[in-house]
């Protein structure tokens, strides 16, 4: 069984930058897809990022300011934030898969983290 814990989310403003982590334990995942998605209030989950293999995927509203990438030596995924907006608000959620067909499809990944909360004030 695979446990995720994500980490530092917080209170940042508009333009600014936060740093998550994703730390994986239970069992090694060095060939596992991960990715992000998040959900803002009153809306449905959604697909942010993942890094499959040696390819990493972004949902068209990142592109350019979120980049994702990986330490398998740590089991641990990193999101860089960069540009914040308000839009960004969200609890980000961390989730892997042993393989996937579609990176949006949340049904396809197999274990989620617990979340964490990112507030962007304008």
């Known amino acids: 069984q695979v446990q995720l814990l994500e980490s530092g989310g917080g209170l940042v403003e508009t333009g600014g930058s936060l740093r998550l982590s994703c730390t994986a334990s239970?069992?090694?995942?060095?060939?596992?897809?991960m990715g992000w998605f998040r959900q803002a209030p009153g809306k449905d989950r959604e697909f942010v990022a993942v890094?499959?293999?040696?390819?990493?995927i972004y949902t068209d509203s990142v592109q350019g300011r979120f980049t994702l990438s990986r330490d398998n030596d740590k089991d641990t995924m990193y999101l860089q934030m960069d540009s914040l907006r308000p839009e960004d608000t969200a609890v980000y959620y961390c989730?892997?898969?042993?393989?996937?067909?579609?990176?949006?499809?949340?049904?396809?990944?197999?274990?989620w983290g617990q979340g964490t909360q990112v507030t962007v004030s304008s």
């Open positions: 989730a892997a898969a042993p393989k996937l067909s579609s990176v949006t499809n949340e049904a396809e990944y197999t274990y």
């Open positions: 890094i499959n293999g040696f390819i990493n």
């Open positions: 239970g069992q090694a995942i060095g060939s596992y897809a």
